[in-house]
């Protein structure tokens, strides 16, 4: 990952998982479809990251959820 990751606000999830809707930068974005998943857990404790690459008005978006806080972040260098 290239650049820091920027907040996001999550306002809709599908199947209460998977990223439906968010705003960013002022601009709500809707998900198209979500291309790949994975969690990546901690060793020794409960913290840990979902991560998402998102299509989402013809762009591939690599968003991510840290829990158990659930902050999302949004990452700018892609898949692409």
Known sequence: MN???EPIQMLERRFNLFPARFTWRGRIYHVD???ECKTMSGR???HGMH???VRSDGQ???????FPRSD????RDSQE
């Open 3 to 5: 650049e820091q990751p």
């Open 33 to 35: 479809a979500v291309n």
């Open 44 to 46: 020794f404790d409960n």
């Open 51 to 53: 991560h998402y690459w």
């Open 60 to 66: 591939l978006l690599h968003l991510c959820e840290v």
């Open 72 to 75: 999302w972040l949004i990452y």
